[in-house]
């Protein structure tokens, strides 16, 4: 079945970019999102990205995807203390079908 | 709209006991899931409805779990006998369309002692 992967840690110093990759496995994947996921707390959907895109920026977020090497990238800049969280990779084949996640990046930002 | 809620948000219970948690999603939202977590795991999938048709089950949905959608509103999930094994975080999500995002609650934990 499909298969997300991610680097479970990253630390960054207060200010600076953080870069957070995913790959998957399903080359048909349309849909890729990026949740955050603070302790105790539900999921929070940060930024998706079509499969028809190659990059898409939000405010401090940028979103690379690329398709032959089936990887997403998610860049926070400026990182503050404040985007310390777990951070999950999710795609979907299709809109009729659920997302299937990878097991997150815990995101440490140093001050 | 206050978004996707959940209750409760705690449950301890003794193994073997039944427990039904209940989801309410964003009214407008056809679709609802329903999502396992464990520590130190993504959300593992268990089942989702399109209005009140449950479209799809994980093979992680055993025969003691089973969910609920009557009016295509809010959804019930229930566990039968219960085993320490289901400690877990159960999540809930809805989206509108295809291809939205879905919008999470905070989560039932549940704890089998």
């Known amino acids: 079945g499909e298969d997300v992967e991610q680097s479970l840690f990253l630390s960054v110093r207060e200010g600076d970019s953080s870069v957070i990759n995913c790959t998957y496995t399903?080359?048909?994947?349309?849909?890729l999102y990026w949740y955050k996921q603070e302790p105790g707390a539900g999921l929070q959907l940060l930024t998706y990205?079509?499969?028809?895109?190659d990059m898409k920026q939000d405010q401090r977020l940028t979103v690379l995807l690329n398709k032959k090497d089936k990887h997403l990238s998610l860049r926070i800049a400026d990182t503050q203390t404040g985007d310390s969280a777990i951070y999950f990779c999710a795609d979907a084949y299709s809109g009729n079908t659920p997302l299937v996640f990878g097991k997150g990046t815990r995101l440490s930002v140093i001050a | 709209d206050t978004g996707v809620s959940q209750d409760p948000r705690h449950k301890i219970t003794k193994r073997g006991q039944n427990v039904t948690f209940r989801c309410d999603p964003i009214?407008?939202?056809?679709?609802l899931y329903w999502y396992r977590q464990t520590l130190g795991q993504g959300p593992e999938f268990l089942t989702y409805f399109q209005n009140e048709a449950q479209l799809e089950k994980s093979r992680l949905l055993s025969d003691r779990f089973s969910a609920e959608r009557p009016k295509g509103s809010f959804s019930t999930l229930e566990i039968q006998r219960t085993e320490q094994g289901d400690s877990a975080m159960y999540l809930c999500a809805s989206s509108l369309t295809e291809g939205d995002g879905y919008t999470f609650g905070s989560g039932t934990r549940l704890t089998v002692v």
């Open positions: 009214s407008e939202h056809n679709r």
């Open positions: 399903d080359s048909s994947s349309t849909y």
């Open positions: 990205i079509f499969s028809n895109m």
